[in-house]
């Protein structure tokens, strides 16, 4: 028997009955986890709930040879953390990992942005990782306290809006790739997901646990919602994707996933574009001024300094690469090639 490289790990994966999560699934499952395949069956917003979508999942697992069972919880209750946990240790005896990837678009101009829009991408973004990973640790500190080796690993899920924003008007900017649009609070959600991810990567390493990010990229159906930036205006097809390789398939995000979930992957406070091969900063400290030290310095020294140590460009945002230094159509088009 072939041995796997999750073999005997048990994985928690959210939003998997759909696009990438899906895909972890299956491939985490090929590789022989024992998974917890949670999914509501939502719509693109979060609305709805549809038991069928993560069961099809498990029985596309299972008809493999692999173990895996359901969960149809909203992940943006609290309680449901606690209970994915509970559902693991309860059918497969342990737990390994938690692949966060549950996620609902809701576009909006901030301008006419309404409440509930803002809460229900915050709800099930941000407490949706945060719940599963408070319990998941509370656990694994527990086996920790108790003298037992853990070796878990936490995959979140960001996105490179976390990182540089969006533009209005996404031929405005110098990047030749012109990133999402009026998505404030998905911008917001998946910022606040990377400070967790970083700040558990500390918090938890003590324990035994890695924490890591993916900035995944991908043709799915969540995308049929953004610009044509990615999927031409092409419809996806019920029966996307299939097995073979093809541009854009949220597999080639699984295989960077499942090595962050391994046992003996040393990654820890990480940020990866995994159909792209690329490991991401987030806020770096990147440039600096000489600040005055003796004295209080003017507003007007200050934009002195600026200019002459930094030298600021129009649309320039924290985090932001310089166009110069990476072109991000080439490495679209490589991610292209290397699907072909």
């Given at each position: 028997m072939?041995?796997g490289?999750l ?10 009955g ?8 299956l491939?985490?499952?090929?590789e022989?986890?024992?998974i917890?395949?949670n999914?509501?069956?939502?719509d693109?917003h ?6 069928s979508?993560?069961?099809k ?10 173990e895996?069972?359901?969960?149809t919880?909203?992940?943006a ?6 209970e994915?946990?509970?559902?693991a240790?309860d ?7 938690v ?12 301008a006419d ?5 803002l809460?229900r991408?915050l709800a099930v973004?941000v407490?949706?990782h945060?719940a599963?990973?408070?319990?998941a ?7 920790a306290d ?5 070796r878990a690993?936490i995959?979140?899920t ?9 533009r209005?008007?996404p ?7 012109g990133l999402e649009?009026a998505q ?6 998946k910022?606040?997901?990377l400070g ?8 938890l390493?003590?324990y035994g646990v ?5 900035s ?18 092409a419809?996806v097809?019920?029966?996307?994707p299939g097995?073979?390789?093809a541009p854009f398939?949220?597999?080639?995000n ?5 090595w ?8 820890n406070?990480t940020?990866?574009?995994p159909?792209?091969?690329t490991?991401w900063?987030t806020?770096s ?12 310095p ?10 002459q140590?930094?030298?600021l460009e129009?649309?320039?945002?924290l985090?932001?690469?310089?166009p ?5 159509s080439?490495l679209?088009?490589?991610?292209a090639?290397?699907?072909?």
């Amino acid at each position: 028997m072939t041995m796997g490289a999750l073999d005997e790990r048990v994985v928690i994966i959210t939003g998997a009955g759909n696009g990438i999560g899906r895909q972890h699934a299956l491939v985490f499952a090929r590789e022989g986890a024992r998974i917890v395949v949670n999914d509501t069956g939502c719509d693109h917003h979060g609305n709805g709930h549809d038991p069928s979508v993560a069961e099809k999942v498990v029985a596309q697992i299972r008809a493999a040879g692999g173990e895996a069972v359901a969960n149809t919880a909203d992940v943006a209750r609290w309680q449901t953390g606690k209970e994915l946990v509970e559902q693991a240790l309860d059918e497969f005896g342990d737990l390994h990992v938690v692949v966060n990837n549950a996620g609902v678009l809701r576009h909006s101009p901030i301008a006419d942005m309404a409440e509930g829009d803002l809460d229900r991408v915050l709800a099930v973004h941000v407490k949706g990782h945060f719940a599963t990973i408070r319990h998941a640790a509370s656990y694994w500190r527990s086996q920790a306290d108790a003298g037992k080796e853990v070796r878990a690993s936490i995959v979140n899920t960001a996105s490179p809006e976390g990182m540089l924003g969006g533009r209005n008007d996404p031929s405005s900017t110098d990047l030749e790739f012109g990133l999402e649009l009026a998505q404030s609070n998905y911008a917001a959600a998946k910022s606040a997901i990377l400070g967790l991810t970083l700040n558990c990567s500390i918090e938890l390493h003590r324990y035994g646990v890695r924490t890591n990010a993916l900035s995944p990229f991908a043709r799915t159906r969540l995308a049929e919602l953004y610009p044509p930036l990615v999927t031409e205006g092409a419809k996806v097809e019920p029966e996307w994707p299939g097995e073979n390789p093809a541009p854009f398939h949220p597999r080639w995000n699984s295989f960077v996933a499942g090595w962050l979930a391994t046992a003996n992957c040393p990654a820890n406070g990480t940020v990866w574009n995994p159909a792209l091969g690329t490991l991401w900063t987030t806020w770096s400290q990147i440039a600096g001024f000489p600040m005055p030290q003796d004295r209080w310095p003017t507003i007007d020294e200050i934009d002195q300094l600026t200019r002459q140590h930094i030298g600021l460009e129009p649309l320039t945002v924290l985090g932001r690469p310089n166009p110069s230094e990476l072109d991000m159509s080439a490495l679209m088009q490589h991610g292209a090639d290397q699907t072909r």
